[in-house]
T-cell receptor, first 115, second 114 residues
Framework: AQSVTQLGSHVSVSEGALVLLRCNYSSSVPPYLFWYVQYPNQGLQLLLK??????LVKGINGFEAEFKKSETSFHLTKPSAHMSDAAEYFC?????????????FGTGTRLTIIP | KAGVTQTPRYLIKTRGQQVTLSCSPI?????VSWYQQTPGQGLQFLFEYFSETQRNKGNFPGRFSGRQFSNSRSEMNVSTLELGDSALYLC?????????????FGEGSRLTVL
């Protein structure tokens, strides 16, 4: 079964500092990987996705992630944090290789921005 | 293009009651999935429907059921509610033909069971 592990349930960074949220995956086939963001009392919004094209994926709001097969990682980064980035972030892997649309999510990382 | 719409947004029920939640997918999307989100268990997959057929089911008891209509709208039902069913229930839709695995989520229905 495919799975993702997010290291660190809470991450705090200062405004303007680098954001790094960690995600490692486990998959028996080349994975489809996603990062979603959830703001309070809202649903999930897609930040970016990796679907076996370029290994460096750029998303919305200045976020990007790099797929590293050797490290089975898909870490999310942003060069300079903004107060509006405070939210919960979820890494997910898709079962698309097996013909269905199911996503398996990590446990989430809550990002706090310190003014 | 309208997004995924879920109703109601908030509801309160008591133990033993049943509840029905509704989801209208993005126009043209034929796949609808449901997820339960709780602080303790995180995001857990409930089931997925495509063209009125359940294609995949998560590890939930039979009290959780769903269906999809010919217009792709979906409902999920929880019978004999328990306190542990208190959660945010998220619906997501996808085109299923774009083959990207990308899901578009609604804002959720927050269920409180007293």
């Amino acid at each position: 079964a495919q799975s993702v592990t997010q290291l660190g349930s809470h991450v705090s960074v200062s405004e303007g500092a680098l954001v790094l949220l960690r995600c490692n995956y486990s998959s028996s086939v080349p994975p489809y990987l996603f990062w979603y963001v959830q703001y309070p009392n809202q649903g999930l919004q897609l930040l970016l996705k990796y679907t076996s094209a370029a290994t460096l994926v750029k998303g919305i709001n200045g976020f990007e992630a790099e797929f590293k097969k050797s490290e089975t990682s898909f870490h999310l980064t942003k060069p300079s944090a903004h107060m509006s980035d405070a939210a919960e972030y979820f890494c997910a892997v898709s079962d698309l290789n097996f013909g269905n649309e199911k996503l398996t999510f990590g446990t989430g990382t809550r990002l706090t921005i310190i003014p | 293009k309208a997004g995924v719409t879920q109703t109601p947004r908030y509801l309160i029920k008591t133990r033993g009651q049943q509840v029905t939640l509704s989801c209208s997918p993005i126009s043209g999307h034929r796949s609808v999935s449901w997820y339960q989100q709780t602080p303790g268990q995180g995001l857990q997959f409930l089931f997925e429907y495509f063209s009125e057929t359940q294609r995949n089911k998560g590890n939930f008891p039979g009290r959780f059921s769903g269906r999809q209509f010919s217009n792709s709208r979906s409902e999920m039902n929880v019978s004999t509610l328990e306190l542990g069913d208190s959660a945010l229930y998220l619906c997501a839709s996808s085109s299923a033909t774009a083959n990207t695995g990308e899901l578009f989520f609604g804002e959720g229905s927050r269920l409180t069971v007293l």
